[in-house]
């Protein structure tokens, strides 16, 4: 009887203690990658999702051709692991790695007129902070679309891209870094997919022959604020809160702007 009850508290202390550490990993898993330091600093309100939003499991390429490809925009999950990726875009591991190398940081507003060149370090440390709502996007800096993809090669190995591609088309990388609240106003181009690896994004589309009434220079945020929650009924637009894991699909030519609602690390692969 004393052998069943030690071997009892044995097996009670070691689920106790397995639960502690499947927790810490968890809370591990989930810290932000140490790029959320102000946990206040972040945007509550994810706003309603209206894009089709799919498992993997259950879209086929011919289905996505099909339904997607060439019509509208659609969330993958579970679409590829970039688990290796994620680890190697922690604050940590990214100032040790490039820390000390040149990154080009662009104004956030519609054209991107102008560009400047910082450390990294200075960048991560610095300038990577919440949008202030009086600020015009020409007054933004933002890091995203003009990495040296041969300085950047060694990360950019390691990102398993969405399988899903077009016929006749090539991919390119672009890998972004921005702060609460930023993000970049509306604007077009190619296909392409954009996958978050920290933080939440949040996206407003409209297709090609509906364009949207913006000014060029006002961000994202001021947009939000002033004018989405007034737009009439037929401008209605397209829009989701993309999460870590998650993979967004947007045809040729859609517009589209982006405002990041906690410090978030980002990748997108163009298909040109």
């Known amino acids: 009887m004393e052998t069943f ?4 508290q044995t097996c009670s202390r070691l689920l106790l203690i397995c639960g502690v550490i499947a ?3 968890e809370q591990a898993a989930d810290d932000g990658g140490g790029w ?4 206040h600093s972040g945007f509550r309100d994810e706003g309603p999702c209206t894009i089709d939003v799919l498992e993997r499991s259950s879209l086929s390429y011919h289905v ?23 680890s190697l875009c922690s604050r940590s ?5 490039y820390g000390d190398r040149t990154v080009r940081l662009s104004t956030a507003n519609t054209y991107s007129y102008r560009k400047v060149d910082v450390l990294f370090r200075e960048f991560v440390d610095k300038l990577l902070r919440p949008q202030s709502l009086d600020a015009l996007g020409s007054d933004t800096l933002y890091f995203f679309g003009d990495n040296n993809f041969t300085e950047w090669q060694n990360l950019f190995e390691f990102y398993e891209s969405p399988p899903f591609t077009l016929p006749h088309t090539s991919e390119a990388l672009s890998f972004g ?9 509306f604007h077009w181009h190619g296909p392409g997919y954009s996958e978050v690896i920290y933080g939440r994004k949040r996206w407003f589309l409209y297709p090609p022959d ?17 004018t989405y929650a007034h737009l009439p009924q037929e401008e209605a637009l397209l829009e989701c809160t993309l999460r870590p894991g998650e993979v967004l699909y947007f045809p040729d030519r859609w517009w589209h702007a982006t405002l990041n609602l906690d410090t978030s690390v980002f990748i997108s692969t163009f298909l040109g």
Do not use: C
């Open 210 to 226: 509906q364009e949207p009434h913006f000014h060029p220079n006002s961000t994202t945020l001021s947009w939000l604020m002033e």
């Open 5 to 8: 009850t030690h071997l009892t």
């Open 93 to 97: 591991s990214l100032l040790e790695a």
């Open 36 to 39: 959320s330091v102000d946990p």
């Open 23 to 25: 927790l810490k990993a």
């Open 177 to 185: 870094i921005a702060g609460p609240g930023t993000g970049v106003p």
């Open 64 to 86: 996505f051709i099909e339904r997607y490809a060439y019509s509208r925009p659609v969330i993958l999950r579970g679409l590829t692991d970039n688990t290796k990726f994620r």
